[in-house]
Protein backbone atom coordinates (compact mmCIF):
# COMPACT_ATOMS: atom_id res chain seq x y z
CA UNK A 1 0.00 0.00 0.00
CA UNK A 2 1.44 2.86 -0.99
CA UNK A 3 2.26 5.25 2.16
CA UNK A 4 0.12 8.66 2.73
CA UNK A 5 3.67 10.15 2.94
CA UNK A 6 4.66 9.39 -0.77
CA UNK A 7 0.74 10.35 -1.68
CA UNK A 8 1.20 13.50 0.28
CA UNK A 9 4.36 13.82 -1.41
CA UNK A 10 2.92 13.20 -4.93
CA UNK A 11 0.15 15.51 -4.66
CA UNK A 12 2.39 18.53 -2.98
CA UNK A 13 4.98 18.77 -6.20
CA UNK A 14 1.98 19.52 -8.22
CA UNK A 15 1.27 22.29 -6.43
CA UNK A 16 4.06 23.58 -4.43
CA UNK A 17 7.69 23.69 -6.28
CA UNK A 18 9.50 20.60 -5.09
CA UNK A 19 6.60 19.45 -2.67
CA UNK A 20 7.52 21.78 -0.28
CA UNK A 21 8.12 25.54 0.98
CA UNK A 22 11.50 25.56 2.03
CA UNK A 23 14.11 23.87 0.13
CA UNK A 24 16.22 21.35 2.78
CA UNK A 25 12.55 20.14 3.63
CA UNK A 26 12.95 18.18 0.16
CA UNK A 27 15.66 15.42 1.07
CA UNK A 28 17.42 16.20 -2.01
CA UNK A 29 21.30 15.75 -0.06
CA UNK A 30 20.12 12.80 1.15
CA UNK A 31 17.84 10.98 -1.25
CA UNK A 32 14.29 9.60 -0.85
CA UNK A 33 10.94 11.42 0.01
CA UNK A 34 10.47 13.95 2.12
CA UNK A 35 8.42 13.04 5.47
CA UNK A 36 5.47 14.94 6.39
CA UNK A 37 4.50 15.40 9.51
CA UNK A 38 1.07 15.85 11.42
CA UNK A 39 1.81 16.46 15.48
CA UNK A 40 4.49 16.88 17.92
CA UNK A 41 4.79 16.43 21.36
CA UNK A 42 8.01 16.90 23.56
CA UNK A 43 11.23 14.89 21.77
CA UNK A 44 8.79 13.17 19.56
CA UNK A 45 6.86 14.17 16.40
CA UNK A 46 4.89 11.20 14.32
CA UNK A 47 4.22 11.15 10.25
CA UNK A 48 1.17 10.76 8.45
CA UNK A 49 1.46 7.40 8.40
CA UNK A 50 1.44 8.05 12.21
CA UNK A 51 4.80 7.04 12.27
CA UNK A 52 6.70 8.27 15.88
CA UNK A 53 10.06 9.85 15.57
CA UNK A 54 12.92 11.17 18.20
CA UNK A 55 13.35 14.68 16.54
CA UNK A 56 17.06 15.87 16.95
CA UNK A 57 15.76 18.88 14.15
CA UNK A 58 13.55 20.69 16.36
CA UNK A 59 12.34 22.64 13.14
CA UNK A 60 15.88 23.79 12.49
CA UNK A 61 16.19 25.41 15.93
CA UNK A 62 13.90 26.98 17.07
CA UNK A 63 12.12 24.56 19.81
CA UNK A 64 14.48 24.38 22.43
CA UNK A 65 11.42 23.32 24.79
CA UNK A 66 10.58 20.15 22.22
CA UNK A 67 6.87 20.08 20.40
CA UNK A 68 3.66 21.83 21.65
CA UNK A 69 5.11 22.74 25.27
CA UNK A 70 2.48 23.32 27.25
CA UNK A 71 3.19 26.57 28.54
CA UNK A 72 4.21 28.01 24.96
CA UNK A 73 1.22 26.90 23.44
CA UNK A 74 -1.20 28.05 26.41
CA UNK A 75 0.53 31.57 25.74
CA UNK A 76 -0.46 31.43 21.94
CA UNK A 77 -4.00 30.40 22.55
CA UNK A 78 -4.47 33.10 25.54
CA UNK A 79 -2.84 35.76 22.84
CA UNK A 80 -5.19 34.31 20.14
CA UNK A 81 -8.28 34.93 21.87
CA UNK A 82 -7.40 38.52 22.59
CA UNK A 83 -6.64 39.31 18.19
CA UNK A 84 -4.14 37.69 16.09
CA UNK A 85 -2.62 41.11 14.62
CA UNK A 86 -3.31 45.44 15.34
CA UNK A 87 -0.55 46.34 12.87
CA UNK A 88 -0.22 48.71 16.40
CA UNK A 89 2.26 48.82 19.06
CA UNK A 90 1.45 46.07 22.09
CA UNK A 91 2.81 45.71 25.70
CA UNK A 92 4.23 42.23 24.80
CA UNK A 93 6.50 43.81 22.10
CA UNK A 94 7.78 46.10 24.29
CA UNK A 95 8.27 43.29 26.98
CA UNK A 96 10.31 40.87 25.22
CA UNK A 97 12.34 44.13 23.67
CA UNK A 98 12.95 44.16 27.28
CA UNK A 99 13.70 41.19 27.97
CA UNK A 100 16.33 41.08 24.96
CA UNK A 101 17.91 44.18 26.05
CA UNK A 102 18.14 42.99 29.12
CA UNK A 103 19.38 39.21 28.46
CA UNK A 104 21.94 40.69 25.76
CA UNK A 105 24.72 43.89 26.77
CA UNK A 106 25.24 44.56 23.33
CA UNK A 107 21.87 45.07 22.20
CA UNK A 108 20.65 48.40 23.15
CA UNK A 109 17.84 49.10 21.34
CA UNK A 110 15.97 45.85 19.50
CA UNK A 111 13.21 45.74 16.37
CA UNK A 112 11.11 43.11 16.00
CA UNK A 113 10.72 40.73 12.22
CA UNK A 114 9.28 38.00 11.26
CA UNK A 115 11.78 35.61 9.41
CA UNK A 116 15.53 35.32 10.40
CA UNK A 117 16.24 36.85 6.49
CA UNK A 118 14.65 39.49 7.55
CA UNK A 119 16.55 40.67 9.60
CA UNK A 120 19.76 39.24 8.08
CA UNK A 121 18.96 41.71 4.95
CA UNK A 122 17.79 44.74 7.66
CA UNK A 123 21.37 44.51 9.84
CA UNK A 124 22.91 44.85 6.02
CA UNK A 125 20.75 47.75 5.03
CA UNK A 126 21.11 49.12 8.35
CA UNK A 127 25.45 48.89 8.17
CA UNK A 128 25.34 50.21 5.23
CA UNK A 129 23.37 53.51 6.02
CA UNK A 130 25.28 53.75 9.18
CA UNK A 131 28.61 54.14 7.50
CA UNK A 132 27.82 55.35 4.04
CA UNK A 133 29.61 52.14 2.95
CA UNK A 134 29.07 49.16 0.05
CA UNK A 135 30.82 46.08 0.86
CA UNK A 136 30.10 43.48 3.25
CA UNK A 137 32.67 40.47 4.17
CA UNK A 138 30.81 37.37 4.82
CA UNK A 139 32.21 33.74 4.97
CA UNK A 140 31.71 30.75 2.77
CA UNK A 141 29.00 28.04 4.54
CA UNK A 142 27.67 30.61 6.40
CA UNK A 143 23.96 31.24 5.71
CA UNK A 144 22.42 34.70 6.45
CA UNK A 145 19.10 34.21 4.69
CA UNK A 146 17.87 34.56 1.16
CA UNK A 147 18.55 38.43 0.83
CA UNK A 148 20.55 38.94 -2.44
CA UNK A 149 23.70 40.27 -0.66
CA UNK A 150 23.77 37.31 0.96
CA UNK A 151 22.91 34.40 -1.40
CA UNK A 152 26.81 35.03 -2.77
CA UNK A 153 29.81 32.76 -3.09
CA UNK A 154 33.60 33.06 -3.01
CA UNK A 155 34.75 34.62 -5.93
CA UNK A 156 36.77 33.23 -8.63
CA UNK A 157 39.91 33.82 -6.20
CA UNK A 158 41.07 34.59 -2.60
CA UNK A 159 40.18 38.59 -1.81
CA UNK A 160 38.13 38.77 -5.39
CA UNK A 161 34.36 39.76 -5.29
CA UNK A 162 31.59 37.73 -4.56
CA UNK A 163 29.50 35.72 -7.37
CA UNK A 164 26.03 35.21 -6.81
CA UNK A 165 25.34 31.74 -5.27
CA UNK A 166 21.70 32.30 -6.80
CA UNK A 167 19.67 32.48 -9.81
CA UNK A 168 18.04 35.76 -9.90
CA UNK A 169 21.00 37.90 -8.29
CA UNK A 170 22.20 40.53 -10.01
CA UNK A 171 25.91 40.65 -10.37
CA UNK A 172 26.11 43.83 -9.50
CA UNK A 173 24.55 43.15 -6.20
CA UNK A 174 26.97 40.01 -5.52
CA UNK A 175 29.64 42.46 -6.26
CA UNK A 176 29.43 44.21 -3.46
CA UNK A 177 30.04 41.24 -1.21
CA UNK A 178 33.07 39.78 -0.52
CA UNK A 179 33.30 36.24 0.73
CA UNK A 180 35.97 34.66 2.92
CA UNK A 181 37.31 31.21 4.39
CA UNK A 182 35.38 31.00 8.30
CA UNK A 183 37.70 30.47 10.88
CA UNK A 184 40.83 32.47 8.49
CA UNK A 185 42.44 35.40 10.27
CA UNK A 186 45.36 35.68 7.71
CA UNK A 187 42.45 36.08 4.98
CA UNK A 188 40.53 38.29 7.01
CA UNK A 189 43.59 40.70 7.85
CA UNK A 190 44.55 40.76 3.77
CA UNK A 191 40.65 41.90 3.20
CA UNK A 192 41.10 44.71 6.01
CA UNK A 193 44.29 45.45 4.82
CA UNK A 194 42.75 45.75 0.77
CA UNK A 195 39.46 47.49 1.21
CA UNK A 196 39.23 48.27 4.69
CA UNK A 197 37.69 51.82 4.86
CA UNK A 198 35.50 50.65 2.11
CA UNK A 199 34.12 47.54 4.49
CA UNK A 200 30.41 48.53 6.00
CA UNK A 201 29.71 45.26 8.10
CA UNK A 202 31.32 42.07 8.47
CA UNK A 203 28.34 39.47 8.94
CA UNK A 204 29.11 36.08 10.86
CA UNK A 205 27.50 33.06 12.46
CA UNK A 206 29.41 32.81 15.72
CA UNK A 207 29.29 29.42 15.53
CA UNK A 208 28.54 28.65 12.20
CA UNK A 209 25.82 25.90 11.93
CA UNK A 210 24.92 26.05 8.10
CA UNK A 211 28.03 24.05 6.44
CA UNK A 212 27.05 21.65 9.68
CA UNK A 213 28.78 22.73 13.29
CA UNK A 214 31.95 24.49 12.78
CA UNK A 215 33.05 26.13 16.19
CA UNK A 216 35.39 29.59 15.83
CA UNK A 217 39.07 29.08 16.46
CA UNK A 218 40.17 31.14 19.79
CA UNK A 219 41.04 34.65 18.52
CA UNK A 220 39.08 34.60 15.40
CA UNK A 221 36.21 35.99 16.30
CA UNK A 222 38.05 38.46 18.74
CA UNK A 223 40.32 39.15 15.69
CA UNK A 224 37.28 40.11 13.43
CA UNK A 225 35.89 42.81 16.49
CA UNK A 226 39.55 44.53 16.65
CA UNK A 227 39.39 44.97 12.86
CA UNK A 228 36.01 45.97 12.63
CA UNK A 229 36.83 48.25 15.22
CA UNK A 230 39.67 49.79 13.86
CA UNK A 231 38.41 50.28 10.77
CA UNK A 232 34.98 51.69 11.17
CA UNK A 233 32.84 48.48 10.02
CA UNK A 234 30.14 47.35 11.83
CA UNK A 235 31.08 43.86 13.06
CA UNK A 236 27.37 41.69 12.76
CA UNK A 237 26.60 38.45 15.02
CA UNK A 238 24.02 36.38 12.88
CA UNK A 239 22.67 34.64 15.75
CA UNK A 240 19.22 33.26 14.21
CA UNK A 241 20.64 29.64 15.06
CA UNK A 242 23.00 30.11 18.09
CA UNK A 243 20.82 33.09 19.72
CA UNK A 244 19.84 31.38 23.47
CA UNK A 245 20.21 27.91 21.88
CA UNK A 246 24.06 27.74 23.24
CA UNK A 247 23.44 29.85 26.55
CA UNK A 248 21.04 32.95 28.04
CA UNK A 249 23.85 35.31 26.63
CA UNK A 250 24.13 33.63 23.02
CA UNK A 251 27.31 33.28 21.40
CA UNK A 252 28.45 36.48 22.01
CA UNK A 253 28.04 35.72 26.06
CA UNK A 254 29.84 32.30 25.22
CA UNK A 255 32.89 34.00 23.71
CA UNK A 256 32.31 37.33 25.31
CA UNK A 257 32.91 39.16 22.28
CA UNK A 258 30.61 42.37 21.92
CA UNK A 259 28.91 42.73 18.27
CA UNK A 260 27.60 46.03 17.04
CA UNK A 261 24.78 44.87 15.63
CA UNK A 262 23.24 40.79 16.26
CA UNK A 263 20.46 38.79 14.19
CA UNK A 264 17.76 36.79 15.93
CA UNK A 265 15.42 33.97 15.55
CA UNK A 266 14.14 30.54 15.49
CA UNK A 267 14.39 30.36 19.47
CA UNK A 268 13.14 34.14 20.53
CA UNK A 269 9.97 33.05 18.54
CA UNK A 270 9.45 29.67 20.20
CA UNK A 271 8.12 28.18 16.95
CA UNK A 272 6.29 30.95 15.89
CA UNK A 273 7.43 33.00 12.72
CA UNK A 274 9.50 35.57 15.18
CA UNK A 275 13.28 37.25 14.71
CA UNK A 276 15.03 39.79 15.82
CA UNK A 277 18.02 42.19 15.35
CA UNK A 278 19.16 44.79 17.27
CA UNK A 279 22.43 46.52 18.97
CA UNK A 280 24.41 49.76 19.76
CA UNK A 281 21.69 52.20 19.71
CA UNK A 282 23.46 55.37 17.70
CA UNK A 283 23.25 52.44 14.67
CA UNK A 284 19.74 51.75 15.47
CA UNK A 285 18.63 54.76 15.56
CA UNK A 286 19.13 55.33 12.32
CA UNK A 287 16.13 53.42 11.10
CA UNK A 288 12.57 54.60 10.13
CA UNK A 289 10.85 56.53 11.83
CA UNK A 290 13.74 58.12 13.38
CA UNK A 291 16.50 57.97 10.55
CA UNK A 292 16.70 57.58 7.00
CA UNK A 293 16.81 53.14 6.75
CA UNK A 294 13.92 52.31 5.84
CA UNK A 295 12.57 48.63 6.88
CA UNK A 296 8.91 47.78 7.97
CA UNK A 297 6.74 44.71 8.37
CA UNK A 298 2.90 43.70 8.18
CA UNK A 299 3.29 41.46 11.26
CA UNK A 300 6.47 42.25 12.68
CA UNK A 301 5.85 41.94 16.68
CA UNK A 302 2.72 40.04 16.01
CA UNK A 303 1.23 39.53 19.38
CA UNK A 304 0.63 35.45 19.06
CA UNK A 305 4.20 35.05 18.24
CA UNK A 306 5.43 37.36 20.82
CA UNK A 307 3.55 35.79 23.24
CA UNK A 308 5.06 32.08 22.06
CA UNK A 309 8.41 34.12 22.15
CA UNK A 310 8.15 34.91 25.49
CA UNK A 311 7.06 31.65 27.27
CA UNK A 312 10.09 30.36 25.76
CA UNK A 313 12.36 32.65 26.95
CA UNK A 314 10.59 32.12 30.40
CA UNK A 315 11.30 28.66 30.73
CA UNK A 316 15.25 29.06 29.11
CA UNK A 317 16.14 31.41 31.81
CA UNK A 318 15.31 29.00 34.76
CA UNK A 319 18.86 28.35 36.93
CA UNK A 320 20.28 24.96 35.15
CA UNK A 321 18.72 25.29 31.97
CA UNK A 322 21.35 25.44 29.65
CA UNK A 323 23.68 23.33 31.53
CA UNK A 324 21.31 20.31 31.97
CA UNK A 325 20.71 20.84 27.98
CA UNK A 326 24.34 21.21 27.49
CA UNK A 327 25.04 18.41 29.54
CA UNK A 328 22.41 16.31 27.62
CA UNK A 329 23.41 17.12 24.17
CA UNK A 330 27.10 15.99 25.35
CA UNK A 331 25.86 12.64 26.21
CA UNK A 332 24.52 12.51 22.89
CA UNK A 333 27.65 13.43 21.15
CA UNK A 334 29.61 11.17 23.62
CA UNK A 335 27.95 7.84 22.67
CA UNK A 336 27.63 7.90 19.25
CA UNK A 337 31.11 8.38 19.09
CA UNK A 338 32.18 5.92 21.62
CA UNK A 339 30.22 3.25 19.55
CA UNK A 340 31.24 4.18 16.05
CA UNK A 341 35.01 4.10 17.56
CA UNK A 342 34.22 0.71 19.13
CA UNK A 343 33.49 -0.49 15.45
CA UNK A 344 36.64 0.96 13.97
CA UNK A 345 33.82 3.72 11.98
CA UNK A 346 36.06 7.27 10.83
CA UNK A 347 33.29 8.97 12.79
CA UNK A 348 33.16 12.49 15.18
CA UNK A 349 31.29 14.51 16.30
CA UNK A 350 30.46 17.55 18.82
CA UNK A 351 28.47 19.68 20.53
CA UNK A 352 27.64 23.58 21.37
CA UNK A 353 25.55 24.59 24.17
CA UNK A 354 21.92 22.15 22.74
CA UNK A 355 23.27 21.84 19.18
CA UNK A 356 25.71 19.53 17.72
CA UNK A 357 27.48 18.15 14.15
CA UNK A 358 27.99 14.81 13.59
CA UNK A 359 30.76 14.51 10.90
CA UNK A 360 32.00 11.25 8.90
CA UNK A 361 35.86 11.78 9.27
CA UNK A 362 38.60 11.23 11.52
CA UNK A 363 38.57 14.85 12.72
CA UNK A 364 36.19 17.45 13.84
CA UNK A 365 36.25 20.16 10.52
CA UNK A 366 37.33 23.87 11.41
CA UNK A 367 36.51 24.84 7.85
CA UNK A 368 34.16 24.62 4.84
CA UNK A 369 36.71 22.76 2.96
CA UNK A 370 37.21 20.21 5.65
CA UNK A 371 33.52 19.95 6.00
CA UNK A 372 33.33 19.46 2.22
CA UNK A 373 35.74 16.25 2.99
CA UNK A 374 33.92 14.75 5.06
CA UNK A 375 31.73 11.19 4.07
CA UNK A 376 28.27 12.51 2.42
CA UNK A 377 27.90 9.13 1.45
CA UNK A 378 28.44 7.63 4.74
CA UNK A 379 26.47 10.53 6.23
CA UNK A 380 23.15 9.58 4.01
CA UNK A 381 23.60 6.30 5.21
CA UNK A 382 23.57 6.22 8.71
CA UNK A 383 20.28 9.11 8.35
CA UNK A 384 18.07 6.66 6.29
CA UNK A 385 19.43 4.11 8.77
CA UNK A 386 18.35 6.15 11.86
CA UNK A 387 15.20 7.46 10.24
CA UNK A 388 14.16 3.64 9.26
CA UNK A 389 14.18 3.58 13.60
CA UNK A 390 12.38 6.04 14.43
CA UNK A 391 15.31 8.62 14.75
CA UNK A 392 15.02 12.12 12.59
CA UNK A 393 18.18 13.60 12.31
CA UNK A 394 18.55 16.71 9.95
CA UNK A 395 18.24 15.94 6.31
CA UNK A 396 21.74 17.07 5.33
CA UNK A 397 25.42 16.07 5.86
CA UNK A 398 25.80 20.22 6.04
CA UNK A 399 23.50 21.15 8.68
CA UNK A 400 23.73 21.34 12.62
CA UNK A 401 21.23 19.03 15.08
CA UNK A 402 19.22 20.58 17.62
CA UNK A 403 18.44 19.09 21.38
CA UNK A 404 15.53 19.99 23.48
CA UNK A 405 14.73 20.14 26.90
CA UNK A 406 12.35 17.35 26.70
CA UNK A 407 15.20 14.88 24.93
CA UNK A 408 15.64 12.60 28.38
CA UNK A 409 17.41 9.42 29.15
CA UNK A 410 14.76 7.77 27.10
CA UNK A 411 15.20 9.48 23.50
CA UNK A 412 18.94 9.27 24.33
CA UNK A 413 19.18 5.38 25.12
CA UNK A 414 16.85 4.69 22.44
CA UNK A 415 19.06 6.97 20.10
CA UNK A 416 22.44 4.99 21.47
CA UNK A 417 20.63 1.82 20.61
CA UNK A 418 19.83 2.39 17.47
CA UNK A 419 23.49 3.81 16.75
CA UNK A 420 24.82 0.17 17.87
CA UNK A 421 22.66 -2.09 15.47
CA UNK A 422 23.69 0.66 12.70
CA UNK A 423 27.59 0.64 13.21
CA UNK A 424 27.41 -3.27 14.24
CA UNK A 425 26.34 -3.91 10.74
CA UNK A 426 28.46 -0.82 9.02
P1 LIG B 1 14.82 32.15 8.16
O1 LIG B 1 14.60 33.20 7.11
O2 LIG B 1 14.84 30.74 7.58
O3 LIG B 1 13.89 32.28 9.37
O4 LIG B 1 16.29 32.39 8.81
C1 LIG B 1 17.39 32.46 7.93
C2 LIG B 1 18.65 32.17 8.72
C3 LIG B 1 19.47 33.22 9.07
N1 LIG B 1 20.61 33.03 9.78
C4 LIG B 1 20.96 31.78 10.19
C5 LIG B 1 22.23 31.59 10.97
C6 LIG B 1 20.15 30.66 9.86
O5 LIG B 1 20.52 29.43 10.27
C7 LIG B 1 18.97 30.86 9.12
C8 LIG B 1 18.06 29.70 8.72
N2 LIG B 1 18.56 28.40 8.99
C9 LIG B 1 18.06 27.33 8.15
C10 LIG B 1 18.69 26.02 8.64
N3 LIG B 1 19.97 25.81 8.12
C11 LIG B 1 16.57 27.27 8.13
C12 LIG B 1 15.99 26.04 7.45
C13 LIG B 1 15.42 26.36 6.10
O6 LIG B 1 16.04 27.13 5.34
O7 LIG B 1 14.33 25.80 5.83
Redesign the pocket.
Known sequence: MTSRNHQLFEQSQHYIPGGVN????AFKSVGGDPIFFQRGEGAYFWDADGKSYIDYVGS??PLILGHAHPDVVKAVQIAAQNGLTFGAPTEAELEIAKLICQLLPSVEQVRLVS??????MSVIRLARGFTGRSKIIKFEG?????DDSLLVKAGSGALTFGNPSSAGVPAETAGHTIVLDYNDITGIEEAFNKWGQEVAAVIV?PVA??MNLIAPKVDFLARLRTLCTQHGSVLIF?E???GFRVGLGCAQGLYQIKPDLT?L??VIGGGMPM?AFGGRRDIMQCLAPLGPVYQAGTLSGNPVAVAAGLATLKQVQIPGFYEKLGNRTQQLVDGITAIAKKHGIDFCAQSIGGMFGLYFSKDIPTSFAEVMRCDKAAFNRFFHAMLEEGVYFAPSAF??GFVSSMHGDNELDKTLSVAEKIFKSW
Open positions: SPVRWGSGTEAGCYHGHEGNDVMTAGKAEA
